[in-house]
C-alpha cells in the first residue's frame, strides 16, 4: 500500500504574509490540498492554500477569482470560478475551494487572478483508474472499530485528551439506520494543529447541533500506538491519503466525499 499523504503536513511552515487586505502575496505560490490521484469526471472540487518561498500564509484575501484552462492546448475551460477564504480556526492555513464540472479526463490548470501565470495544475484520471468510492456509488460498509469493540485497534480514537463520540457504532451499522452517514477518516493525534483534529472538532460541534438527523461516524488511520501499522478500516476504504470524509444520503449513496481540507460549512451545506 502507498505511503499516507501527509495532506495536513504544511502547518509547521506557515508565515504570517499575505495579510488580510485583498492582495495575495508577492510572488504568490498556490498550494494545492486536493488528492492528485483522485479528481475524476464531473464535479471538481479544488481547494487551496496560497504563500511565497517563505511558506504558507496564516492570511489572505476574502475571496479568489480564476479561470480553468487545458494544458494540452492552453485553452480556456472554465472562463469565472470563485473561491471564498475559509478556516480551521486559530493558528490554522486558510483554503479556498474552487467548485467546477469537467467530464474530460486530461490535464488541466487552476490558474487564480493576480497570482502564478502558470497555475495550479492537476489531472483528472479515467474511472477506470479511481478505487474509491465517489459520488454515486454506494459507500462500502465497515465494522469499525467501536467503544465496545476495538476490532484489533489499539487506540480506538486519538483525540486528546478524550476520545470523539463517533464510535458508538460502526459504519455497517450507520449505513443500515436510515439516516445520512458522515464518515470521516483521519488521525487527529498526528495533525492537532494541521486538518484532521480541527475537523474533528467542528464535526463534533456540528454533530451537536444536528442531533439525530445524521449518524456520524470515525475511523482512526493507525491500528498500533506507534502509527506504524495502517488501520483495516482504511484499507477497507483503499484509501492511500487522509483525511477524508464520506457523506452520503439516507440509502447509503455517496452525495460528496471531500477530501484533504474542508470545513463544518461545507458539512452543513450537504446535510441541509
Do not use: N
Not at 499575505?18 to 490540498?33: F, H, S, T, Y
Not at 474533528?200 to 439525530?212: N, R, V
Request: charged share 25%.
Amino acid at each position: 500500500m502507498a505511503s499516507l499523504i501527509a495532506a495536513c503536513g504544511d502547518s509547521d511552515r506557515t508565515d504570517e504574509s499575505g495579510g488580510d487586505d485583498g492582495g495575495l502575496p508577492a510572488e504568490a505560490i498556490l498550494a494545492a490540498r486536493w488528492i492528485p490521484t483522485e479528481l475524476g469526471p464531473g464535479h471538481q472540487r479544488l481547494p487551496l492554500s496560497i504563500g511565497d518561498a517563505s511558506g504558507l500564509t496564516q492570511g489572505g484575501p476574502e475571496r479568489l477569482d480564476a479561470k480553468i484552462v487545458s494544458l494540452e492546448d492552453d485553452s480556456v475551460v472554465v472562463e469565472r470560478i470563485s473561491a471564498e477564504r475559509r478556516s480551521l480556526g486559530e493558528g490554522t492555513i486558510p483554503f479556498w475551494t474552487f467548485h467546477s464540472f469537467l467530464e474530460r479526463p486530461g490535464f488541466y490548470g487552476l490558474v487564480v487572478e493576480g497570482g502564478p501565470d502558470e497555475g495550479a495544475a492537476f489531472q483528472i484520471q479515467d474511472v477506470a483508474d479511481l478505487s474509491v468510492d465517489r459520488v454515486g456509488d454506494t459507500l462500502t460498509a465497515f465494522d469499525t472499530p467501536t467503544f465496545d469493540d476495538s476490532r484489533g485497534v489499539e487506540v480506538v480514537c486519538t483525540r486528546q485528551p478524550e476520545p470523539c463520540p463517533f464510535h458508538d457504532v460502526t459504519l455497517t451499522e450507520a449505513l443500515s439506520s436510515g439516516r445520512p452517514v458522515v464518515y470521516l477518516v483521519g488521525t487527529p493525534a498526528h495533525c492537532q494543529t494541521g486538518v484532521c483534529g480541527p475537523v474533528l472538532e467542528q464535526m463534533i460541534e456540528l454533530a451537536t447541533d444536528l442531533g439525530d438527523t445524521a449518524v456520524f461516524v470515525h475511523a482512526d488511520v493507525y491500528a498500533d500506538r506507534a502509527a506504524t501499522e495502517v488501520a483495516p478500516a482504511v484499507r477497507a476504504a483503499r484509501l492511500t491519503f487522509e483525511p477524508t470524509v464520506f457523506v452520503t444520503d439516507a440509502s447509503g449513496v455517496v452525495i460528496d466525499r471531500l477530501d484533504a481540507v474542508w470545513d463544518a460549512g461545507e458539512l452543513r451545506e450537504l446535510l441541509s
